[in-house]
T-cell receptor, first 111, second 112 residues
Framework: RKEVEQDPGPFNVPEGATVAFNCTYS??????FFWYRQDCRKEPKLLMS???SGNEDGRFTAQLNRASQYISLLIRDSKLSDSATYLC????????????FGGGTRLMVKP | ETGVTQTPRHLVMGMTNKKSLKCEQH?????MYWYKQSAKKPLELMFV???????ENNSVPSRFSPECPNSSHLFLHLHTLQPEDSALYLC???????????FGPGTRLTVT
């Protein structure tokens, strides 16, 4: 089983749509969770951390289900500029140094 | 604009060449990382330096040799690479004890 598993997509959605991505992780001891965004041929950039109680940043909402070892990202009112690959990321150690990245889910928002 | 720079941005090298990748961070961080990103595969952590000490080797072949002379600079020395080593090599930095990492633009390496 992969340490962090994501549906690779692509998810093709029209502008204004709501889209949700899911991610599962295998290490039940993981404590820190993130979503990164990677544009085509660019470096990954931190989008948001994922907190136990769920958190929202504008149009983006992240949820964590520890019992199911499942993380989600919801994007409301999709924009063309949201087109990118979204990487689910989980900590690998407790020293604050190492992350495990999922393979990413590609989103394409069409006019 | 990223506070982490990498040079060169593109590199083509033969299997018998020796080359080095350079990373520099201007963010005041004290942890630095090398990742490999191959097509259709997740980012793979190669090396971690925290407070200038190597923390993780992650079973990387010895043809890759990291060097971290200070907290702002990180090198990846390459020798006798294989074609399957062709990939995007990303450097990242962060604060020791924090999981937030900031990536450089990467070096796209092609081994012929």
């Amino acid at each position: 089983r992969k340490e962090v598993e994501q549906d690779p997509g692509p998810f093709n959605v029209p502008e204004g749509a709501t889209v949700a991505f899911n991610c599962t992780y295998s290490n039940s001891a993981s404590q820190s969770f993130f979503w990164y965004r990677q544009d085509c041929r660019k470096e990954p950039k931190l989008l948001m951390s994922v907190y136990s109680s769920g958190n929202e940043d504008g149009r983006f909402t992240a949820q964590l289900n520890r019992a199911s070892q499942y993380i989600s990202l919801l994007i409301r009112d999709s924009k063309l500029s949201d087109s990118a690959t979204y990487l689910c990321v989980v900590n690998r150690d407790n020293a604050g140094n190492m992350l495990t990245f999922g393979g990413g889910t590609r989103l394409m928002v069409k006019p | 604009e990223t506070g982490v720079t990498q040079t060169p941005r593109h590199l083509v090298m033969g299997m018998t060449n020796k080359k080095s990748l350079k990373c520099e961070q201007h963010l005041g961080h004290n942890a630095m990382y090398w990742y490999k990103q191959s097509a259709k595969k997740p980012l793979e952590l190669m090396f971690v330096y925290s407070l200038e000490e190597r923390v993780e080797n992650n079973s990387v072949p010895s043809r890759f040799s990291p060097e971290c002379p200070n907290s702002s600079h990180l090198f990846l020395h390459l020798h006798t690479l294989q074609p399957e080593d062709s990939a995007l090599y990303l450097c990242a930095s962060g604060l020791a004890g924090s999981y937030e990492q900031y990536f450089g633009p990467g070096t796209r390496l092609t081994v012929t």
